[in-house]
């Protein structure tokens, strides 16, 4: 077989199993991000835009940041290249060895984590939420110390998903918080309506607690399979582990800075107006939605067959060359049409989700103005991760740190103007802060992106996807939107969900239809596997 022949049969090999195990990463995400949309509509339903409902996700937050600092990003940075390169080599025996450690040593640090947490819940809250008093203040605080000991267990979890991932067992560790949701929303049905909204919210606070202890429990006997040698130890002489904790702690930073960065965002919200705290964390959920399941989905199945990359230099380079290309591409044909409809079919996608019991019409405008501003940066949110992943599987987790650091300068710097004097100089309510700030995270996120980009072009060249083909998709995109919101004010007076419905379904029809038309090969592919199916 030529060279040449050979070269493109292995890509299309490489290609389509990338698909498929980023295909079970979507699909455990869908379902996990499906029952979470379940789960902020009951929320909704129970607690409106009311200060109990600043209060809980106030709450949520601090635990979450702490998950996300020991969780599934960092782990992913610094044990996951280490562990699967072991896998690759058939060292399981060393591989065991390092999973036992790391687990130990986590499992330890959490153990200390939550009993510092709990003791320190009130300087915590003022930290995160400085604008919180009286009765918002206690709740907060109350609210927190029940919830941190489910910080450890998730924690926990996401070492579980280290390992599954590397042993492509994607499909189970992204599944798995659907039992987490499940049981939020088992309590907030069982109680609501029969306590007040301050009680509910501490019912719904121990849920997540048992719901962490769930998530857990369905991954840890799987993972245990797959490692049987492993033993429970702590130690940091061993050189594998002593390199997943020397890229640990870049890997800690940088995951710290980008939620600093939400922290920032959750600070400055607590500044403005009651009801912009839970309005900003409505919008987040469904803004995470195609970055979880796009953006993330592929990224997580890309780091551990980059990290498995063996061979010469040029060899790896390649690989890592080929995969990033092909993955570039399809992260950009999902997320162009999910930005487009936030900006421009944001009002129909918030009132299927959230227009429910206290949650109306005007809270729907509002959501769906921090929504847009959130969309901006989408595509390079989405990208970066990729990008990132690239020097994980390098085993260099300094220059996403570096990177990282900037971001949260823009986002900073840019998110008080546009918080607190945009909205004046636009003759706004002081609440429209909020989307100022998902608008200067936006704008940081593109700053990030064409940093990690530009690094990588003297490890491995210049890798970016061509003019014509992000033409075609958001010309495909906008022309999709155009039409789907003329329809959307031609129907009557419709049931939100409905509605969403039809509008979304002509939107999505349109996208795909006019992109296969434009040469778009994801498109084509996509509509020809449709075919097959139907």
């Not at 501490?202 to 799987?222: E, F, N, Y």
Request: aromatic share 10%; net charge positive; glycine share 10%.
């Amino acid at each position: 077989m030529p060279p040449a022949e050979e070269l493109v049969n292995e890509t299309r090999v490489v290609s389509e199993s990338s698909a498929r195990f980023a295909g079970l990463v979507a699909a455990g995400i869908l379902l996990s991000r499906l029952a979470g949309l379940v789960r902020e509509r009951v929320f909704a339903h129970y607690f409106g835009n009311t200060g109990v409902a600043d209060a809980l996700r106030a709450a949520l937050r601090i635990p979450n940041l702490l998950q996300n600092l020991f969780g599934e990003g960092v782990l992913s940075a610094s044990f996951i290249p280490v562990y699967a390169r072991l896998l690759a080599e058939r060292d399981d025996a060393e591989a065991d060895r390092v999973a036992g450690t790391v687990g130990a040593s986590l499992a330890f640090a959490m153990a200390v984590l939550v009993l510092l947490g709990i003791a320190a819940a009130p300087w915590l809250v003022d930290a995160i939420a400085p604008g919180f008093e009286g009765e918002r203040r206690v709740l907060t605080i109350t609210l927190v110390r029940i919830l941190f000991p489910g910080v450890g267990l998730l924690v926990l979890s996401a070492w579980c998903l280290g390992i599954l991932n590397s042993h492509r067992r994607f499909f189970l560790s992204y599944a798995a918080p659907v039992l987490w949701n499940g049981v939020i929303i088992a309590t907030l049905l069982f109680f609501g309506g029969r306590r007040s909204a301050e009680s509910l919210a501490l019912a719904t606070a121990w849920g997540a607690v048992a719901g962490s202890a769930v998530q857990l429990g369905a991954q840890l006997p799987r993972t245990l399979r797959l490692a049987p040698r492993m033993r429970a130890r702590i130690g940091w002489r061993d050189p594998q582990v002593a390199t997943v904790f020397r890229n640990f702690t870049p890997a800690f930073v940088s995951r710290g800075v980008v939620q600093l960065s939400a922290y920032i965002d959750q600070l400055l919200a607590s500044l403005l107006p009651v009801g912009a705290v839970a309005a900003l964390g409505y919008a987040q959920t469904l803004y995470t939605l195609p970055v979880s399941l796009f953006g993330m989905a592929i990224s997580a199945a890309e780091l551990p067959a980059m990290s498995s990359a063996l061979g010469e230099h040029a060899e790896v380079v390649r690989q890592l060359r080929g995969r990033l290309e092909t993955a570039l591409r399809r992260i950009a044909f999902f997320i162009v049409p999910s930005a487009v409809a936030f900006a421009a079919l944001g009002d129909v996608v918030t009132a299927a989700i959230y227009q429910t019991g206290r949650f109306g019409a005007g809270d729907v405008s509002y959501v769906w103005g921090i929504l847009a501003g959130s969309a901006v940066g989408l595509l390079a949110s989405t990208q970066g991760r990729l990008y990132a992943s690239v020097w994980y599987a390098l085993r260099d987790t300094r220059q996403p740190l570096r990177f990282a650091l900037v971001r949260l300068f823009v986002t900073t710097a840019l998110g008080i103007v546009l918080a607190f004097f945009a909205p004046g100089w636009l003759g706004l309510e002081a609440r429209w802060g909020a989307a100022g700030l998902t608008l200067a995270a936006g704008v940081a996120g593109w700053v990030e992106f064409a940093l990690l980009r530009r690094s990588l072009v003297p490890r491995i060249g210049r890798v970016a996807l061509a003019p014509r083909f992000l033409a075609a998709l958001w010309g495909s995109a906008a022309a999709s939107a155009a039409s789907a919101f003329a329809l959307e004010h031609a129907l009557p007076p419709l049931a939100p969900v409905v509605g969403a419905a039809l509008v979304l379904g002509v939107y999505g029809g349109l996208y795909f239809g006019i992109a296969a038309l434009l040469g778009v090969d994801e498109s084509r592919s996509l509509l020809k596997r449709l075919r097959a199916f139907a």
